[in-house]
């Protein structure tokens, strides 16, 4: 059940909100990250995970409106959102689809998505880590995110899978 609290806090709009911490964590805890993460070694083990070839897929249907795929530009410097699920409308007030990743975040948490997106692609690994939510400095929310390796369209190209789980 939604709590009045809730909803006003869905209704910021995102700069009202801010990242109070990230914290990386060795391994999943959210059923979610975990079957996404399962879903991802599979593909990896057979070449990679390909947008548009491997997702969407069936197999992950139940998380579909979690992930978001981001296209690094500019050498790394920022990241279009090709595709974001529904579940995060609420998060940035609609659809995200084309934005930068800059405008989604303010500067401190940007910076830091960035290099995170960054290491990752770069690495070939994937991270996982836990981002609080605040507002006024009070927590509000906590998610596990998980930040994965993939391939654009093009079968070359890294692109980046971010999936996003809300701790309830």
Not at 19 to 36: C, F, M, N
Not at 59 to 80: K, M, T
Not at 142 to 161: K, Q
Request: net charge negative; glycine share 6%.
């Amino acid at each position: 059940m939604t709590t009045l609290t809730e909803l006003f806090f869905d209704q910021l709009a995102p700069e009202q909100k801010s990242i109070r911490s990230y914290k990386v964590v060795a391994d999943p805890s959210h059923e979610g990250t975990i079957q996404l993460i399962k879903y991802w070694r599979e593909k990896d083990s057979s070449g990679g995970l390909v947008v548009g070839r491997d997702i969407p897929s069936k197999a992950i249907s139940s998380i579909l409106s979690n992930l978001i795929v981001y296209e690094p530009i500019s050498d790394f410097a920022d990241f279009r959102v090709q595709h974001a699920g529904t579940r995060n409308y609420a998060h940035y007030h609609g659809d995200v689809t084309g934005k930068l990743m800059s405008e989604l975040f303010d500067a401190e948490a940007f910076k830091y998505n960035c290099a995170k997106a960054k290491e990752v692609l770069l690495s070939h690994r994937m991270m996982i880590f836990e981002a609080d939510l605040s507002q006024f400095g009070i927590t509000r929310r906590t998610y596990e995110v998980v930040l994965l390796p993939v391939l654009a369209p093009d079968r070359s190209s890294p692109w980046m899978l971010c999936g996003i789980f809300r701790f309830d």
